[in-house]
């Protein structure tokens, strides 16, 4: 659908007509609005706005009888239990949807793999699932269940992990190459990875010199 013409975003008066004729000639059953600020001008940290917006995603989704789904952004930083809560700007649309899924990426180090949660409102939503990209197909495969919280909470490595580290580098090696050696082998964060370098020099596991970290004599 083009949004482009004026009078074809949802925020603008003819708007909803404009996407609900669409609908009705496709016969629709399940729309999508991908993403949603491709279908409205307003501001979407103003609350007033955006429950206006609201609104008129309701009415599509009852005068069509589609199921509705919206594509949405959301803030720089959330927390782990953040779902719905976690859209970018005002919390109005929180508070209209049924089901919210979150794409999020689990660990800096998994590249290829994203954690899908889950919320709804009226029942309890299952586990997070682990989700695994295919770099030939471009289509995601399911990957197992996600970590639990408490498994999912920063692990502690060892300086016995940062020197095996190194050692399998070649005992000598510049930070950021020892840095994701610890990452891949301990399945750990960048945050971990560093915090357990900074420990094993603490310790004098390791020694730095000349831009290099080697093992100590």
Known sequence: MDTRAIGHLLSAPQGLS??????RQAAAEVIVLDPLYSTHDQDENDTRSMAALCQSLLRLRDASKAALIVVHH???????????????????LHAVGDSY????????????????????????PPEP???????????????GLAPSKAAATRKKVEPEQVTKALTDLGQQARYNQLRQQVMDEAECSKRTAQ?????????????????????AL
């Open 74 to 92: 959301v803030r720089k930083s959330i927390g782990r239990d953040e779902i719905g809560s976690a859209f970018r700007g005002s919390s109005a």
């Open 195 to 215: 915090l357990a370098i900074a420990e094993a020099c603490r310790q004098g596991s390791i020694v730095q010199a000349g831009g290099q970290y080697r093992l």
């Open 18 to 23: 404009h996407f609900l004729n669409a609908a």
């Open 129 to 143: 699932r682990l989700l695994q990209l295919d770099p030939q197909t471009l289509c995601f495969s399911a990957a």
């Open 101 to 124: 899924l979150l794409l999020t990426r689990p660990s800096a180090h998994l590249q290829a793999t994203v954690e899908l949660r889950f919320q709804f409102r009226y029942a309890a």
